[in-house]
């Protein structure tokens, strides 16, 4: 059994605390080791299996160097709205190299890239290639909020062949110039 279970008045100290933190309290049922509620007053407590999750994925129409980089974050199970939140794109290209090794490199608005309106649900953040595309292998985009990258494992936020993939052991490490 979990610690938690059977307690009721739960308290914590600060927002987003665990309860299994130490600024979280309950106090036990009691006697009766049920709680003392009527069915109105009694709710659910959900479960979830991760913490914090970021999902970036990445895809290029070949043809029109259309990018799209679609982003979902969830905190404990539930996707957080994106709309407010102060976070970014940067987007890249990779130089694949003899072996596992490889180089990235950023791009810079207005000289590879155009920016395609704002940041969408379904599509996420949109922009169009405007560089010569024979001078990269493949590319990707990486999610920033504020200065702090949000997907610093990367896997799916790339176009590069399965083998410089996660799954391939290369794209864990990105060194970024």
């Known amino acids: 059994k979990q610690w ?8 914590a100290g600060h927002d987003d605390t665990l309860i299994m933190s130490p600024s979280c309290n309950a ?18 407590v959900q479960c979830f299996n991760e913490m914090w999750k970021v999902d970036v994925g990445f895809s290029m129409v070949e043809r029109s160097g259309k ?29 694949l190299e003899s072996g596992d090794d490889y180089k990235t490199e950023y791009f810079k608005e207005g000289v590879h890239y155009t920016t395609n309106g ?3 649900l379904k599509k996420g953040f949109k922009a169009r290639f405007t560089g010569d595309k024979k001078e ?6 990486d999610i920033y909020m504020g200065e ?3 997907n610093p494992w990367p896997d799916k936020n790339h176009n590069c062949p399965a083998e410089y993939s996660e799954d391939g052991g290369m794209m864990e490490d990105m060194d970024m110039n």
């Open 4 to 11: 938690y279970q059977r307690r009721v008045a739960i308290t």
């Open 27 to 44: 106090d036990k049922y009691g006697q009766l080791g049920w709680p003392i509620c009527t069915p109105e007053e009694q709710i659910a």
């Open 67 to 95: 990018m799209f980089c679609p982003v979902k974050v969830l905190k404990e199970g539930k996707e957080m709205k994106l709309k407010n939140m102060d976070i970014r794109v940067e987007w890249g290209g990779v130089h």
């Open 118 to 120: 704002k940041f969408s």
């Open 136 to 141: 990269y292998d493949c590319f990707f985009c």
């Open 148 to 150: 702090h990258i949000m």
